[in-house]
Nanobody
């Protein structure tokens, strides 16, 4: 069983940056793909980014490509999401998730989930 705890959310203005962190415990983090999802009020949860466990390959949704960067620190059991040039459409509850397959995460699912951290971007 893997436990995930997200931190780093907050209230920022459009154009600002935030870095989200997700600390993992209870499993061999280095053998999991790790990803971020988000869910805005009244909308379905959507995939944001994933980093594979084998070569740390990264994939992004079109809506964040070029602005967000996902990275991982296996020694520290942590995955990060650097978010730059935020806009109000990025406002959502951001979830960290891990799975043995990055493809599973790309398809919108995962074995383990965090509780989420709120990001609010004002215009």
């Amino acid at each position: 069983q893997v436990q995930l705890v997200e931190t780093g959310g907050g209230l920022v203005q459009a154009g600002d940056s935030l870095r989200l962190s997700c600390a993992a415990s209870g499993g061999t983090f280095s053998r999991y793909a790790a990803g971020w999802f988000r869910q805005a009020p009244g909308k379905e949860r959507e995939f944001v980014a994933v980093v594979s466990w084998v070569r740390a390959n990264t994939y992004y949704s079109d809506s964040v490509k070029g602005r967000f960067t996902i990275s991982r620190d296996n020694a520290g059991n942590t995955v990060y999401l650097q978010m730059n040039n935020l806009n109000p459409e990025d406002t959502a509850l951001y979830y960290c998730a891990v799975d043995s397959s990055s493809r599973t995460i790309l398809n919108g699912s995962a074995a383990f989930w965090g509780q989420g951290t709120q990001v609010t971007v004002s215009s």
